[in-house]
T-cell receptor
Framework: AQTVTQSQPEMSVQEAETVTLSCTYDTSENNYYLFWYKQPPSRQMILVIRQEAYKQQNATENRFSVNFQKAAKSFSLKISDSQLGDTAMYFC??????????FGQGTRLTINP | EAQVTQNPRYLITVTGKKLTVTCSQN?????MSWYRQDPGLGLRQIYY???????DKGDVPEGYKVSRKEKRNFPLILESPSPNQTSLYFC????????????FGNGTRLTVT
């Protein structure tokens, strides 16, 4: 089975610090899409950022950016100037075929004041 | 407001008592899907639908049924719930299953005793 792996079950940083969440995936496809979703305590699933595999440039959304290493099948999320509102569960996901999003196990991120 | 509406938000039931979780989207999306979220496992796909009257199994379909009689609605049916179906359930939709990010409902926390 083609998988998505998040190796950090939990992380904790101080407010204003930068934090990087790791994600690796397995795929036999050449073109695909990768996502990071945020799930705050309200349990709503919120799209943070999207990366298209054929694009060399790393995606950026305000304080959120990715480091996409296609050859290594790595897709890490960097949060700069972290804020208390960034406290959440973060899921990495990859579209598989035309049928579904495959999710990683999640990383619980806590931002401490 | 564009949204995916899931009901109920919380549900406690007993083994064997049939239940339905409703899902409706107002964005004219063709693709809809159900996921369950369990600790340490991320989100796993139960069923998906590419269009009206077109549904197919995801990774964990056992014990579940779905129907897609109208484009906007995609209910999840548990005909004989068991305790191992205690989980957090999400309905999601998108324009295209291939490259569009999913829009999620707010989740249904189901407990089967």
């Amino acid at each position: 089975a083609q998988t998505v792996t998040q190796s950090q079950p939990e992380m904790s940083v101080q407010e204003a610090e930068t934090v990087t969440l790791s994600c690796t995936y397995d795929t036999s496809e050449n073109n695909y899409y990768l996502f990071w979703y945020k799930q705050p305590p309200s349990r709503q699933m919120i799209l943070v950022i999207r990366q298209e595999a054929y694009k060399q440039q790393n995606a950026t959304e305000n304080r959120f950016s990715v480091n996409f290493q296609k050859a290594a099948k790595s897709f890490s999320l960097k949060i700069s100037d972290s804020q208390l509102g960034d406290t959440a569960m973060y899921f990495c996901a990859r579209i598989q075929g035309a049928q579904k999003l495959v999710f990683g196990q999640g990383t619980r991120l806590t931002i401490n004041p | 407001e564009a949204q995916v509406t899931q009901n109920p938000r919380y549900l406690i039931t007993v083994t064997g008592k049939k239940l339905t979780v409703t899902c409706s989207q107002n964005m004219n999306h063709e693709y809809m899907s159900w996921y369950r979220q369990d600790p340490g496992l991320g989100l796993r796909q139960i069923y998906y639908s590419m269009n009206v009257e077109v549904t197919d199994k995801g990774d964990v379909p056992e014990g579940y049924k779905v129907s897609r009689k109208e484009k906007r609605n995609f209910p999840l049916i548990l005909e004989s719930p068991s305790p191992n179906q205690t989980s957090l359930y999400f309905c999601a939709s998108s324009f295209s299953s291939y490259n569009s990010p999913l829009h999620f409902g707010n989740g249904t926390r189901l407990t089967v005793t």
